[in-house]
């Protein structure tokens, strides 16, 4: 059994033998994911000793874990920023800017005032959230790539907010 290049339990580039960072190959880590899936899931290591099935599920679980990290941009910069040392419980605390808060009012106040029947308006409030999220998503990539790790944390609860606010059920078609 190979755990794939060196690759630490939580070290989820190296796992999947990509280069460390926000801006990600998607092609890449799915062909990755599926190929260390293929090599490593439990029901390979069946008739294998005890101890390789153990290793081949914990192995399985980093792999599945990693995954679904390396694969979702919010997940991705809270790993990065705790890769890089981040205190991210004293960055929740130290908050976001006002200018962030006012805009965070306002969009929350326009999804509580929207009508369910209201499909343009679903459609635009959905992408005016968007692009606020992809502004904080690029001002993460730029300030996390300039090693302006407070900022970048900044960003993170940003998209944080933003993303979650484009799951709200009121926004969905129904």
Sequence with gaps: MNASAGATARDYFSLFQLEPGFALDKTALERAYHALLAQFHPDRYAGKPEVEQRVAAQLCADINSGYRILSDEVCRAEYLLQQAGVDLVAAERAG???TFLMTQISLREQLEELDQSDSAGRQSLTEEIEGHYALSRNQ???TFAADACLDAARHWQEMCYLSKL?????????
């Design 96 to 98: 976001v800017e006002s």
């Design 140 to 142: 993460f990539a730029h």
């Design 166 to 174: 484009l799951s709200e059920p009121k926004l969905r078609v129904r």
